[in-house]
Structures are given as structure tokens and as C-alpha cells.
């Protein structure tokens, strides 16, 4: 047995160390390539990336950090221990043991798309009745030891053999809402127990997670909710997106030894255009648009008459969710207008939209509130106001909001204010820029494509208003 075991270990450090050759050779090509000094080319491992991206922007000196993914580096759930700004190593599941693998296996042999419909199971997990798939997919990884993260699966999920029997075999005895429903409640027991062992072991009670799997927003609520844990940290763009930002601030570190720790704010940190290269793009396709100087007001105005309006302003957010910059605005008090955001955009969701809430809402509309800005976890809807917000509530009577502060977005705070003030209801139904497929748009020139392919009511792009009715000079 002990043969074995080393044997196994064995193997790993070589793995390890090929792959960290392979890196050098990778290296030395990018600073052949551009002429760059290969001695300012630094190596960060793909779960330290998603570490480092989440505890130096957690603003917490002491943290629990794990992050989970499909794999990075050989690993596919990592938990480090971040103390005064370093991250300590303690333990990491093996990348064919992989919880975002065994999600992605489950999205693919239901018929989505791998690797960007996750979200649509956990959606449908609402909808189906845990218990009955629940002893397959129990099998399917089980925990051998919880301190070393050492999981034993019983199916092929690197070669989405699994995937494959869920579509062949287990379809035809189980629905796909009951499918998705054990899956989430696997899902969850699984970094629920990793979440409560290592609080206990190591004694740290704030949690964040980064990796793609930290964007189920169901299982974030779960570990909020803990007892034991005293607040959770998702960084905004959690998936591999988010791995350029964890390697700078990680290198940073190594480069200063500064304990390099802060608090975000906002991911409000792309491009922005001003209204001058906005008037040129507006003329370049010879569209008709009107100055409006009060245009936040104007776009609260329309919302309120029941419009679909595009919101264009300011810097573009980083990461997978549109926060307001990039985002298309509606009423969320019926659920027809989630038809109709679909067809236009040609989408399929079969989810509600998130919404935007008012920072001094947010607690009347939502049980166990704490503040949360990124649209990264769900929150039970008060039962009085379940029935307000149709679009935006799921079946379960969850939603997933971002919280909006006054300071951090102020024009889009006033949109909110302004709706609420005639609506009685400070919340807005927001969903990203883009027809489906397509990335959230940047540019003028982006905005203006996706409001001439959707057909929207209206497009506010800087000052100007685009009007879906009145669309060429
Ligand atoms: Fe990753």
C-alpha cells in the first residue's frame, strides 16, 4: 500500500516538474518572440492566479482562499491559507477528481454546451426533486480524505466519458431538472464539507473563492450562510478571465514584498469613450440620435414607461456580468419582458435576470443581508415581495443582485433612485449588452452594431439617445 501511495506521488512530481519545464520552453518563446527580457517573464501557477486574484482584492488580512475549477496546473480545487499578504499552499484535488469537471460532464450530457452553460443546470436544479439521481451522482466523486483534498471518482470525467452515460443511459430514467437537482446538491455538500473542515482546522472564518466554479451563485449563497463563516469574498471575475489580474497582483508581491492587500470597489476598469468619438460613431452610420444632458434621467424616465433602454456609459466593466456601464434596463415587474429580451437578443435563458437594487433597499427586500455588488451569489426573497419582481426571481425565490452604492456608480445610483421614486420599487432588471454568443459590448461602434441587429427601444450611448423608432437620418 505505502508502495503504492509513493509510487503515485512519484508520478505527480514529475508531472509536475515536466509541466514546469514545458512553462520555461513557453517562456523563452514569448521572450524570443517580442524581444522581451525572459528575465521579466515570471511563471504563476494557474490556481495562484485565481488565489491571488481573490484574496488581494478581498481587502482581508486573514482569509480562507480556495478556488475550484475544471483544472489548472494539475489541480482543480486548491484551498491556500492568505496571511499578511502571502498565500500558503495546504491542500489540492487532483484535476481528474474535479468538481468543475463532474458540473461540466453534467451540463454536456444534458444537451448544453460545456464550459458556458453551467449556469443553465444549476437554473434548472430549482425545477427537479434532488433524492432521485442523488445515489448516482453520490458515486460519481467521493471524499476519501478532506485534509488532503483527495477525492476517488468512479467515472471518466476528463474524457466526458460521464457526460456520455448521462446522455445514453440516465436521461432515459431520470428528467434533466432531476439530473441537475443532484448535481447542485452534490455540488454543494462537497464544498460545504471542504468549507467547514478547513475553517476548523485552520480557525479563519472569512472565506473567498475564485475559479469557474465560483460562479454558481446558489452554492456561494450556501457557504454564506454558513454558522461558521463570518463573510464570503467571490472575486467578480472568477473564471480564468480573472487569471491575468491574480498573476500581476501575485507578482507584484513577489516584486515588492509588500503585503499587497486592498478592497475593490468596482470592476469598472475598461475603456471608456467620450461623447466626441460617440457623436463620430453615431454619424459614421448615419444614424439619427438626440443630446439629451440629463440622459440618466431620461433613460429612468423610459424604463418606467415599460421600454427596453441600453445603458452605455463610462468605463466598461471587467469580467463576465455588466454592471450597469454595458447593460440593458427594464422594469422587472413581469416576467414578459423576459421574452421579449430574449427574442430580441436571440437568447435561450430560461432563467430569470438579475436585477440592481439600491444599497438602502437591498436589506427590505432581501432575507440575510450583506453587501454585494458583483452580482456573485443569490439571496432568498422576502415573501412579501415575492410577487413584485417576476423577472428577476427564480423559482426557488432567489435572486442574484448586484447591490448599488451611490459612490461607486453614481449615474446609474440616480437611474435606480428615479425608478423606484415613480415605481415604488428600487430595482431594476439588468442584463448585459450583447446578442447571444457574442461578447458584452466596448465600443460605440459595438453598441451601435448590437442596437441595429436586437432592434431595442432605446440606446442611451454617452448623451445620446438612440430611439429603435427613429433609427436613420
Ligand atoms: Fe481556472
Known amino acids: 500500500m505505502w508502495r503504492l501511495i509513493f509510487s503515485f506521488r512519484k508520478i505527480l512530481l514529475v508531472r509536475r516538474i515536466e509541466e514546469y519545464l514545458n512553462k520555461l520552453v513557453v517562456a523563452k518563446k514569448i521572450s524570443n518572440a517580442h524581444d522581451f527580457p525572459s528575465n521579466r517573464i515570471f511563471l504563476v501557477d ?8 481573490a484574496y488581494r482584492t478581498s481587502g482581508l488580512g486573514r482569509a480562507l482562499v480556495i478556488t475550484i475549477d475544471g483544472s489548472g496546473d494539475g489541480y482543480s480545487t486548491v484551498v491556500y491559507k492568505g496571511g499578511d499578504g502571502n498565500l500558503e499552499f495546504i491542500a489540492g484535488a487532483s484535476e481528474e477528481a474535479s468538481l468543475g469537471k463532474l458540473y461540466s460532464n453534467v451540463t454536456l450530457g444534458l444537451g448544453f454546451k460545456k464550459l458556458s452553460d453551467e449556469g443553465k443546470v444549476m437554473g434548472l436544479a430549482a425545477c427537479g426533486n434532488p433524492d432521485l439521481f442523488y445515489p448516482i451522482i453520490d ?27 448521462i446522455k445514453n443511459e440516465y436521461l432515459k430514467r431520470f428528467t434533466r431538472e432531476d439530473i441537475a437537482a443532484a448535481t447542485q446538491r452534490k455540488f454543494e455538500e462537497t464544498v460545504i464539507a ?28 450556501k457557504v454564506r450562510e454558513l454558522d461558521i463563516v463570518d463573510g464570503l469574498y467571490v472575486f467578480p471575475n472568477m473564471g480564468d478571465g480573472g487569471l491575468s489580474a ?3 497582483l501575485e507578482v507584484c508581491y513577489w516584486q515588492t514584498h509588500k503585503n499587497s ?7 469598472y476598469w475598461g475603456p471608456e469613450y467620450s461623447n466626441e468619438e460617440i457623436r463620430e460613431a453615431i454619424s459614421r452610420n448615419g444614424l439619427k440620435a438626440d443630446w439629451v444632458d440629463k440622459i440618466d434621467d431620461k433613460i429612468a424616465g423610459l424604463i418606467c414607461e415599460g421600454y427596453l433602454v441600453a445603458r452605455v456609459q463610462g468605463r466598461m466593466e471587467f469580467g463576465p456580468r455588466a454592471l450597469g456601464n454595458r ?16 427574442k430580441l437578443f436571440k437568447r435561450d435563458e430560461f432563467m430569470p435576470f438579475a436585477p440592481s437594487i439600491l444599497e438602502d433597499c437591498a436589506p427590505v427586500y432581501l432575507e440575510k443581508y450583506s453587501y454585494s455588488p458583483f452580482m456573485v451569489e443569490t439571496f432568498s426573497v422576502k415573501r412579501e415581495f415575492l ?27 440616480n437611474i435606480i433612485k428615479k425608478v423606484g421614486d415613480i415605481s415604488s420599487f428600487y430595482i431594476v432588471l439588468n442584463t448585459s449588452y450583447n446578442m447571444h454568443g457574442e461578447p ?19 440606446l442611451a450611448l454617452g448623451n445620446y439617445l438612440l430611439s429603435g423608432n427613429q433609427v436613420y437620418v
Open 261 to 267: 492587500i486592498s478592497k475593490i470597489d468596482d470592476v
Open 327 to 342: 447593460s440593458v434596463l427594464a422594469l422587472p415587474s413581469s416576467r414578459e419582458v423576459v421574452e421579449r429580451i430574449n
Open 139 to 165: 458515486e460519481a466523486i467521493r471524499v476519501v480524505d478532506i485534509d488532503r483534498l483527495h477525492f476517488e471518482k468512479k467515472y471518466d470525467l476528463v474524457g466526458n466519458g460521464f457526460a456520455r452515460l
Open 387 to 413: 410577487d413584485k419582481f417576476p423577472a428577476v426571481i427564480h423559482v426557488d425565490g432567489t435572486l442574484r443582485p448586484q447591490v448599488v452604492r451611490r459612490e461607486v456608480n453614481p449615474g446609474y445610483w
Open 46 to 53: 494557474h490556481h495562484v492566479c485565481h488565489a491571488a486574484s
Open 440 to 458: 458584452i459590448v466596448c465600443s460605440p461602434q459595438d453598441a451601435i452594431n448590437t442596437f441595429l441587429a436586437s432592434g431595442i427601444d432605446y
Open 194 to 221: 471542504i468549507v467547514k473542515h478547513f475553517v476548523d482546522k485552520t480557525g479563519i472564518r472569512h472565506v473567498v473563492f475564485a475559479g469557474g466554479a465560483a460562479s454558481n451563485v446558489l452554492m456561494n449563497q
Open 246 to 248: 491574480g498573476a500581476a
